[in-house]
């Protein structure tokens, strides 16, 4: 099965801080995403990647950047906190490459809170 | 317009009943279109995915194609009470690799 690994559960920090959330896939796949997940909102694309050290951005990348320097690994970096930025943050991977719609499988999600 | 919609709920239906779950897309080139299962707490997955006009059944579930009218649905028969979860609905545009969801319809079966 493929298994996409999160680094953590739940995460508090300030306002200002610079937060990191990492993303590890076990399974060779091509494309990584970031969603963030908010009530009534569903889920919104940050950033995805489609290979090692390409990136493009989603529907919501402001405030955010990635980083993608090995296949497996994909980073969503929060440069300057805020507190609109408390949320759900789901790392997901697809197996192919461009242009197919692909199965996401997602990893179990980081429940950041800014204070 | 929001680019997925679906009907927030909650769907409350009895156990064995069929649950009927709608949801309407409105970029009218899109190709691949899923179903996906989030029990509370705990992240997304796939439980179908369509990409032709009409039915594809899985089990007790059903997924409902129709391109012309922009619409997707999700039949699950001899509902369970484990079936209560969000159902999201996503869309896949052709040649993108980004995937769209809606906002997610909330199912309750009731014992």
């Known amino acids: 099965d493929v298994k996409v690994t999160q680094s953590s559960r739940y995460l508090v920090k300030r306002t200002g801080e610079k937060v990191f959330l990492e993303c590890v896939q076990d399974m060779d796949h091509e494309n990584m995403f970031w969603y963030r997940q908010d009530p009534g909102l569903g889920l919104r694309l940050i950033y995805f990647s489609y290979d090692v050290k390409m990136k493009e951005k989603g529907d919501i990348p402001e405030g955010y950047s990635v980083s993608r320097e090995k296949k497996e690994r994909f980073s969503l970096i929060l440069e300057s906190a805020s507190t609109n930025q408390t949320s759900m943050y789901l790392c997901?991977?697809?197996?192919?490459?461009?242009?197919?719609?692909?199965?996401?499988?997602f990893g179990s999600g980081t429940q950041l809170s800014v204070l | 317009q929001k680019e997925v919609e679906q009907n927030s709920g909650p769907l409350s239906v009895p156990e064995g009943a069929i649950a009927s779950l709608n949801c309407t897309y409105s970029?009218?080139?899109?190709?691949?279109f899923f179903w996906y299962r989030q029990y509370s707490g705990k992240s997304p997955e796939l439980i179908m995915s369509i990409y032709s006009n009409g039915d594809k059944e899985d089990g007790r579930f059903t997924a409902q194609l129709n391109k012309a009218s922009q619409y997707v649905s999700l039949l699950i028969r001899d509902s369970q009470p484990s079936d209560s979860a969000t159902y999201l609905c996503?869309?896949?545009?052709?040649?993108?690799?980004?995937?769209?969801f809606g906002a997610g319809t909330r199912l309750f079966v009731k014992a």
């Open positions: 996503a869309v896949n545009p052709t040649g993108g690799f980004k995937t769209i």
């Open positions: 997901a991977s697809s197996l192919s490459g461009r242009g197919t719609g692909e199965k996401l499988f």
């Open positions: 970029d009218r080139v899109s190709q691949s």
